[in-house]
């Protein structure tokens, strides 16, 4: 069983900024990539960004230049600086970590929004 810890979620102004965590523990093998999603009211869940155990990351368009994605070394914690924040960037942000030979495992989500 694997468990997904997620914080730094809240309120902020518009060009405010939030780090998100997400905390890995459990029965973790050899973890591909970690990342973030996030779901607004009404819309689908779409990838934010995501980094690989190499270190290469990827970023939704909405998110470059604004949002930068990070791991610790031991690959059990992932980051998400978020600057420059907007009001469509209100959504609720889910930690996900792909494992291999176990699949996918999703955090409970915690909740950004961004108010004027």
């Known amino acids: 069983q694997v468990q997904l810890v997620e914080s730094g979620g809240g309120l902020v102004q518009p060009g405010g900024s939030l780090r998100l965590s997400c905390a890995a523990s459990?029965?973790?093998?050899?973890?591909?990539?970690m990342g973030w999603y996030r779901q607004a009211p009404g819309k689908g869940r779409e990838l934010v960004a995501a980094?690989?155990?190499?270190?290469?990351?990827n970023y939704a368009e909405s998110a470059k230049g604004r949002f930068t994605i990070s791991q610790d070394n031991a690959e059990t914690t992932v980051y998400l600086q978020m600057n420059s924040l907007k009001p469509e960037d209100t959504a609720v942000y889910y930690c996900n970590i792909k494992i291999i030979l176990q699949g996918d495992y999703w955090g409970k989500g915690t909740l950004v929004t961004v108010f004027s």
């Open positions: 459990g029965s973790i093998g050899s973890v591909t990539t």
């Open positions: 980094i690989s155990r190499s270190g290469y990351t």
